[in-house]
């Protein structure tokens, strides 16, 4: 168990490296790892904290995040109809491959191994909680006869919501100046730590997360004031702009 | 005087010929970008003065969003800018200096906005046109000026500019805040520090007590018994009460403030003796930071838009001057209402010029004004705070609608939250800026 965190403690560009050469070793190593104690349930539970933005099972789309099945053996930022960030295209053109050892790593500190990537994720720093969900998320890869249903992303219920504010059609023109008020604080395209990337976002989990924050359940000051004077239509128009703004060179 | 008659207009041939030549290339670079939808001498000319966060951003606002209609062209003296905001934490030690400059390459490069590294030194309102201290002149169909700030001569007697080496003010970033802070780390052991702070309305309203947390900082660390002193002419300052508590929590007993009911607003300085004089009592001091009251940059005041406390007043729906349709005025140097000048509300209002200019220029759609800003101050090492608000535009002015402001006892996990939040800003709105 400790050879991993030994190995990989470290967060140096060297270790960057070595990374991707010592990930084909310790792919072999890695199932036996999780047979000697990791808890896929467990990491069912800690999973909650990846499905706002990750879908995983039957049906599963590409949300905020790509879909995470199949992700074990998959070069980083490799899915063809997900718009990925430069960032992550560029890892998997230069070798990266998505292993147990790999996605440890990345899970451990994002922004170590694949700077600027677009995940707006601290980390997990708990060894034992990143064993416990790559065990979990280790039963979506390979040939799995039969995966249960992906849960959604965000869900109108969730917060309360009139499920008909999903359906109203925004003016992307109106969303594209609008616009304007997200980007001094959401750079386009761009990551952080503190302030998530809105580019791309499925109008679903856009409308639903400004939604929740107008009517203040989910709890952020500057969002609250942003999202509260915000109309439904103005959302939706916001929803439409973001879908398809595209990166900027 | 008469400032449109003490004008300089330089239009002879030369300046046809060259103008010329600057459109054709003009032409054939964004040709190059194969953008435009309309090209060639009909195009809307708008001129950007002041690179900064609301010049800087109308011009790409402008020329992005008008995809080659607009000829955009932004008139700004520095080839590298030096935010202001952010410049405390280079003080304070928390970023390199090179972090807060940025370049102009990418405006001219992505967006096809020409950029001249000059000053515009006269306004012709008549003939729309504004000349340049290289002696050139650009005319234009709309006008942006956002210019800053200029300080107020004689405000703090005993300092002009002649003296802000020895007592810098420190706020245009650039070589005068590389100064200040080589002026705190070259304090002698257990010395003073003194800021005197500027009466209102000035740029930044937080901007000088943040200087004062990273300050402390510093001094913390290199110089624990070194003194700051504040001489302040106000009773009252943004977000006082978290400074204050801050200041308690990290710097316990370094830092001491006099307002203006102990003589804050009554000072001198003498910056040959390095003396602070305060009600007539002189005070020996080893750094001194004063920054004096402030007014519009002057070029506001030259184009003859400016009200008698020094600032252009503008129609709150469009930023254009109340003076004049054909200018609009961003930032610093407008007087709006209810923002606080900020980078943030200089951006803010930037969009809502780019969107009024574009309607008027290019017949392009027009939605209601909308304006927000946001403050994040740095006390300590990850104890970040922050205060904003929502505006919208009335007939009178930009009003407040909502805002929110961070408390004192919140988790040091908020704090440095919000400490990361702002770095996040400070990312998005260089880009938003600078493309």
């Known amino acids: ?41 467990r990491g069912k539970a800690l999973f909650k904290q990846c499905k706002r933005c990750h879908q995983a099972g039957s049906g599963a789309e590409h949300r905020i995040g790509p879909h995470l099945n199949d992700v074990f053996g998959r070069a980083a930022g490799s899915l063809g109809d997900f718009r990925y960030s430069p960032a992550m295209k560029a890892a998997g053109t230069g070798g990266l491959i998505w292993t147990g050892a790999t996605l440890d790593a990345f899970l451990s500190d994002p922004r170590a191994l694949v700077p ?3 995940m707006s994720f601290a980390g997990i720093g708990e060894q034992g909680d990143r064993e416990d969900l790559l065990a979990w998320l280790r039963g979506f890869s390979g040939a799995v006869s039969e995966l249960p249903p992906a849960e959604p992303t965000a869900t109108a219920e969730e917060y309360g919501l009139d499920p008909r504010l999903l359906s109203i059609e925004g003016d992307p023109e109106y969303g594209a100046y609008l616009a304007g008020e997200c980007t001094t604080c959401h750079r386009e395209g ?22 929740a924050y107008k009517r203040g359940k989910r709890v952020h000051p500057a969002m609250q004031l942003v999202a509260g004077r915000l109309s439904d239509e103005e959302i939706a128009a916001l929803a439409a702009h973001f879908r398809d703004a595209g990166d900027q060179p | 005087m008469n ?31 194969s953008a435009p939808a309309a090209l060639g001498q009909g195009r809307p000319r708008v001129v950007v003065v002041g690179g900064g966060a609301g010049g800087a951003t109308a011009a790409r606002y402008i020329a992005r969003d008008s995809k080659g209609a607009v000829d955009v062209t932004l008139v700004e003296p520095t080839r ?15 970023r390199e200096y090179a972090s807060i400059g940025h370049s102009y390459g990418a405006l001219a490069a992505s967006h096809g906005i020409n950029v ?82 500027p009466p209102n309305p000035f740029r930044c309203p937080p901007g000088p007590y943040e200087r004062i947390s990273m300050v402390a900082h510093v001094l913390k660390q290199a110089n624990p018994t070194a003194k700051i002193l504040i001489v302040d002419p106000k009773a009252k300052f943004s977000k006082q009460g978290l400074f204050e508590d801050g200041w308690q929590r990290h710097y316990a007993g370094m830092i001491e403030r006099i307002g203006p009911d102990f003589g804050g607003d009554k000072v001198e300085v003498r910056p040959g003796a390095m003396e602070v004089v305060i009600d007539g009592e002189v005070t020996k001091v080893d750094a001194c930071n004063v920054i004096p009251a402030q007014q519009a940059g002057r070029i506001a005041a030259v184009a003859g838009i400016t009200n008698d406390a020094g600032w252009a007043p503008v129609v709150a729906h469009t930023m254009q001057s109340r003076a004049d349709e054909n200018i609009h005025v961003l930032g610093d140097a407008s007087q709006q209402g209810d923002m606080p000048k900020s980078g943030f509300s200089a951006n803010s209002q930037a969009k809502v010029c780019a969107m009024a200019v574009r309607g008027a220029l290019t017949g392009s759609k027009v939605f209601a004004a909308r304006f927000s800003n946001t403050c994040w101050s740095l006390i300590g090492t990850d104890d970040g705070v922050k205060v904003g608000a929502s505006y919208e ?34 990312a998005a709105i260089s880009g938003d800026m600078f493309g």
């Open chain 1, 1 to 41: 168990m400790t050879a991993r965190s030994t190995a990989f403690a470290g967060k140096s560009p060297s270790f960057r490296a070595a990374v991707g050469l010592l990930a084909a070793a310790l792919l072999a190593l890695l199932p036996a790892l999780g047979a000697w104690g990791s808890d896929a349930e």
């Open chain 2, 116 to 197: 001249v590294h000059d000053w515009a030194v006269s306004i012709d309102r008549d003939k729309r046109s504004v000349g340049l201290a290289g002696g050139g002149s650009l005319s234009y169909d709309r006008l942006v000026l956002s210019p800053g700030i200029d300080f107020k001569p004689g405000s703090v007697p005993g300092w002009d500019l002649s003296q802000q080496n020895r007592m810098p003010h420190a706020y245009k970033a650039g070589s005068q805040t590389q100064l200040l802070r080589a002026q705190i780390e070259a304090m002698p052991e257990g010395g003073v520090y003194c800021m005197v702070a």
């Open chain 1, 190 to 211: 761009g990551s952080g730590e503190g302030i998530p990337s809105i580019t791309g976002w499925p109008s679903d989990d856009f409308v639903i997360a400004l939604q």
């Open chain 1, 116 to 118: 600027r990537s677009r």
């Open chain 2, 393 to 426: 535009a009335t007939d009178e002015k930009i009003a407040k609608t909502d805002g929110f402001i961070s408390k004192t006892g919140e988790t040091a996990e908020v704090r440095k939250a919000t400490y990361k939040e702002s770095l996040d800003w400070y």
């Open chain 2, 3 to 33: 400032r449109r008659e003490g004008v300089m207009n330089q239009r002879n041939g030369n300046n046809g010929l060259s103008r010329r030549r600057f459109l054709a290339t003009t032409v054939a670079a964004s040709a190059a970008l």
């Open chain 2, 80 to 94: 590298a800018y030096y935010s202001c905001f952010f410049s405390n934490l280079y003080i304070g030690g928390f």
